[in-house]
């Protein structure tokens, strides 16, 4: 069936440079769009909102590639070590696994408002030395506040943080995934060895505890060694590029929008509503992770047969003025309640209340300690990272005042 419907025309540069024209377009003409997208050969890309929703609350939409229709399926990552995490699972499969690490996490990342202040405090006294000057806020600022949070947050030590952080940037680069993953799962895998050691107050070593410590029958825990390694590993790529991206994105919204900039330096209790809504506009993640269908399964006015990919762009989404009444306006006041920039479903964003409490932290205080800040180029001139999930800045040039 599928040989007969239209392969959308895609430039993958064109795509990276303005995912949510190409989006826009799809919504529009074709909201179940077959597109050329890398690496997968052909999938089903979904626009609209509410067929978005759908898709990711569908148990017949699946993730486990062991549940393929016919069988045979494996994904990359299952031979560096790195598979076996809850975001490559379905029910019940992943309930357990989020179950655990979401018990290990809460507690921990909700003390952890003082040390990002902290952290954010620091970054800015650097950066005051180069006022006057152009300054790039995604290396000075963006990147670096995510990457020691979520440092604290699983006790990686300091002196690894710079090595950790390039890896996961390397990732970019499609033909380095094998690399990276591999390099991260031997990291981590001393990381784990050293915690059981040697147990801190960290995330790490409470997921170690979760692993080693008897489960009602007798057995382990409920985590095996895998998960584990996995575990740490899917946090660290989950939690560090897609806050980057907020923080970077959300400062370059402001910066395009000054009466919404000074609608929030005159109310900073707008900010936990502006955050919503600097997610809903700037989607730091342009589609969820990859489904495919376990079944028929109709979408709108298509059916997408068993055994297909598909893309449910969370970011076009948020746009869809079906849902959100002049979508393509940032009105830091506006109700936002239902945007999908965390997904929806049983995959919705473990990390979402530690995204927003760092771009929280991050936008009050650079707006406080730099109220002037402006961009340092025509927004025409930025260019961003060429990756399909991700909607990142390659760099953020800015004058502090
Ligand atoms: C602005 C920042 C963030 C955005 C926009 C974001 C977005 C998302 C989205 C869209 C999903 C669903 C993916 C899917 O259904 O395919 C997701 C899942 C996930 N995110 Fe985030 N995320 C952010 C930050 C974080 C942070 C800081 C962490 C943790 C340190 C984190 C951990 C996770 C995990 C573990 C999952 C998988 C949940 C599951 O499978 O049940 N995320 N995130």
């Known amino acids: 069936m599928t040989d007969r419907v ?105 003390a952890l408002r003082p040390q990002a202040e902290q952290i954010a405090a620091g970054l800015l006294d650097e950066m005051a030395a180069a006022r ?66 040697e147990p801190g107050d960290d995330l790490v070593s409470a997921l170690v505890v979760a692993r080693d410590s008897d489960g009602p029958d007798g057995a382990a825990g409920g985590l095996t060694g895998n998960e584990l390694l996995s575990t740490v590993y899917l946090l660290v790529m989950a939690g560090f590029d897609t806050t980057v991206n907020l923080i970077a994105s959300g400062t370059l919204a402001l910066l395009t929008h000054p009466e919404e900039k000074s609608r929030l330096r005159l109310d900073p209790s707008l900010l936990p509503a502006a955050v919503e809504e600097l997610l809903r506009f700037t989607s730091p993640v342009n589609h969820a992770n990859d489904r495919f269908t376990t079944e028929d399964v109709p979408v709108g006015d298509v059916v997408i047969p068993a055994g297909e990919w598909v893309f ?54 650079l707006l406080d300690r730099f109220p002037r800040v402006s961009l340092a180029v025509a ?5 961003w990272r060429p990756v399909s999930l991700m909607n990142g800045l390659e760099s953020l040039p800015v004058r502090l005042a």
């Open 6 to 110: 239209q392969l959308e025309s895609f430039d993958e540069d064109s795509y990276y440079q303005d995912p949510l024209g190409f989006f826009a377009r799809l919504r529009e003409s074709r909201p179940a769009a077959l597109v050329p997208m890398p690496s997968y050969g052909r999938a089903w890309v979904i626009t609209r909102y509410e067929h978005v929703r759908a898709v990711l609350a569908d148990p017949r939409m699946a993730r486990d590639v062991h549940r393929w229709p016919g069988g045979g399926r494996t994904r990359p990552s299952e031979a560096t070590g790195v598979y076996a995490h809850m975001l490559h699972f379905d029910p019940p499969d992943h309930t357990r696994l989020r179950r655990l690490v979401q018990k290990a996490f809460t507690p921990r990342r909700a």
């Open 132 to 197: 006057g000057d152009v300054i790039d806020l995604l290396d000075a600022y963006a990147r670096p506040l995510p990457i020691a949070v979520l440092c604290e947050l699983l006790g990686i030590p300091p002196a690894d943080r710079t090595w950790v952080a390039a890896a996961v940037a390397d990732y970019d680069r499609r033909a380095e995934h094998d690399r990276v993953e591999r390099e991260l799962a031997a990291y981590f895998t001393r990381l784990i060895a050293a915690r059981r050691a």
């Open 312 to 365: 449910p762009a969370v970011s076009s989404a948020n746009r869809d003025p079906a849902r959100f009444p002049d979508p393509d306006r940032l009105d830091l006041g506006r109700d936002t309640s239902g945007h999908v920039a965390f997904g929806y479903g049983v995959h919705y964003c473990l990390g979402a209340p530690l995204a927003r409490m760092e771009a929280e932290v991050a936008l009050g205080a």
């Open 379 to 383: 927004p025409e001139e930025l260019r």
